[in-house]
């Protein structure tokens, strides 16, 4: 058997309001928040949410979004230029372009852009109306959509992996906090000497027990990843760049 240490098993001492007990409850209720966390990234991963079916969606938005996709709504227009619900009732509604439209409030759950919010694409559209023909007006829609492939849609991309990082890095650092806790906990135990020992040997650093080895790690991983988020920044330069080009043809 092994020996025993002198760290004061505190459960045995007799005291009216046991401070162990406290420290049991919260860290119950930190872990099961902690487990909540962890059950909900593992299902739903930040970077890639489910889409709510139709039923369950939010209302449309009630202003244009600009250049930021909408899920779940109905669109006016083309295929290749597509008009939301506030742009097509606030301009393009009572025009002669109307009864050329192949999407009548057509429902698409695919996260898409709006077309029709730039004062060039309503350059373009009020051309197109005078002369009751859309071919230059879809021509440079695709070329504008090409464009954004290429700039908007590779920034909005990086924002959400941004946005992934800083999550993961709470989750972690919220484990990491029960880890040490349990660790901490562990120790107010009277574990025997060589088991103490042993995780000492084991993890290279004083720990009670394994979960003081996983709440190091978990640290570690926080902080890499919120220095991956925060050194990737806003793209600095590069993002600039794509914004410009995005400029010119918005
Ligand atoms: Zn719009």
Redesign the pocket.
């Given at each position: 058997m092994a020996q025993r240490d002198t760290t004061p098993n505190f459960s045995a001492l007799a005291i009216p309001h046991d401070p162990l007990a406290d420290f049991q409850a919260k860290m119950n209720e930190i872990l099961s928040q902690a487990n909540a966390q962890l059950q909900q990234t593992e299902h739903h991963p930040p970077q890639s949410p489910p889409l709510p079916p139709p039923s369950e969606t939010e209302p449309p938005p009630t202003t244009?979004q600009g250049r930021t996709p909408v899920p779940n709504t109905s669109w006016y227009g083309w295929p290749d230029c597509c008009?939301?619900t506030?742009?097509f009732t606030s301009f393009a509604a009572n025009t002669p372009l109307v009864p050329l439209m192949p999407l009548q409030n057509q429902f698409e759950p695919s996260p898409t852009v709006?077309d029709?919010?730039s004062p060039r694409q309503r350059e373009r559209y009020l051309a197109a109306s005078a002369t009751g023909n859309v071919d230059e007006l879809l021509a440079a829609s695709r070329e504008r959509s090409a464009v954004y492939t290429e700039t908007v849609a590779v920034i909005l991309e990086r924002e959400a992996e941004r946005e992934a990082m800083v999550a993961r890095a709470e989750i972690m650092r919220v484990s990491a906090g029960n880890n040490a806790l349990i660790d901490a906990y562990s120790g107010m135990e009277s574990l025997g000497d060589e088991e103490r020992e042993e995780w000492r040997t084991d993890a290279g650093g004083v720990y009670s027990s394994w979960n003081g080895v996983v709440a190091e790690r978990e640290g570690e991983e926080a902080d890499a990843l919120w220095v991956a988020a925060v050194e990737g920044g806003d793209g600095g330069e590069e993002v600039a760049r794509l914004e410009a080009r995005w400029a010119g043809v918005e």
């Open positions: 244009c008009i939301c506030p742009c709006c029709m919010y």
